[in-house]
């Protein structure tokens, strides 16, 4: 064989395994972009620690600032941000935004579904569905009379936040949103967690979502699942750094699989 035509087939299969090494890297590229969403009660400033932690190690976070008026309203809200997005994001629910990410997760554009304390509802199935089927420790939630919810301050911080400190969890109480009580009973069209993957934290001292709640819904749903002791309600914001590291990990494993 002529020189030239070695040369010619080593730099052949040279380019061939260039090309094959960057489309495993490129396959094995962690998801960059995280969308976080909030739930009943609060708002996205509660995603803070988190959303620094993750901006950080060079994520692109964004925080979906949902109205809370209707659960249409809401999907809405976080398919725009989605939509916004410059490639595939992992989506992020606490509490009702876990049933906000069930629905708005179907999106082409999310790869995986991270549900932080929260619920995750089936197809034909609501977050109170669920909660009648395990009721929360708390009777601290009350309708007023143009049916919205709200959470007895007095309460607040025993079952809302008991791990976070208490003036800041009375600033919370004071400035905590309202959302429609409606929103709490429309089922699921489509869970995205079916076919989507899925990493669920269960925070064990919750009072909002029963625990064993949480447990049943990640166990059904095959979610990769931590538990964090001694965690109230709010796990994402008493414990940034175990979330963040939850978030990092569906990051890294749902990029392997796009």
Do not use: C
């Amino acid at each position: 064989m002529k020189l030239s035509s070695q040369i010619a087939r080593f730099a052949a299969a040279a380019v061939l395994s260039v090309t094959a090494f960057g489309a495993y890297a490129a396959d094995a590229a962690p998801i960059k972009n995280i969308v976080l969403v909030h739930g009943f009660f609060a708002d996205g400033s509660g995603w803070e620690a988190v959303a620094k932690i993750l901006m950080h190690d060079g994520f692109k976070v964004s925080v979906v600032q949902q109205p809370e008026t209707s659960f249409e309203d809401d999907v809405k809200a976080t398919t725009r941000v989605i939509e916004a997005q410059d490639g595939p994001s992992i989506l992020v629910g606490h509490s009702y935004g876990g049933a906000v990410i069930t629905e708005a997760g179907n999106h082409d554009k999310v790869a995986g579904l991270v549900y932080v304390a929260a619920f995750q509802p089936d197809a034909g199935e609501s977050p109170m569905d669920l909660t009648k089927k395990m009721p929360p420790a708390t009777k601290a939630i009350k309708a007023t009379q143009d049916g919205y919810l709200y959470f007895d301050e007095a309460m607040f911080h025993a079952d809302f936040a008991a791990d976070v400190p208490a003036a800041q969890a009375s600033f919370m109480a004071i400035s905590q949103v309202m959302p429609a009580a409606k929103a709490f009973g429309v089922p699921i069209s489509k869970a995205a967690w079916r076919t989507k993957p899925s990493w669920a934290v269960v925070a064990t001292a919750d009072r909002a979502i029963n625990p064993d709640l949480e447990r049943f819904m990640t166990k059904r749903a095959e979610s990769k699942t931590i538990e964090i002791k001694n965690s109230s309600h709010v796990a994402y914001m008493s414990h940034p750094a175990e979330v963040a590291k939850l978030i990092k990990q569906a990051a890294s494993q749902s990029g392997k699989s796009q």
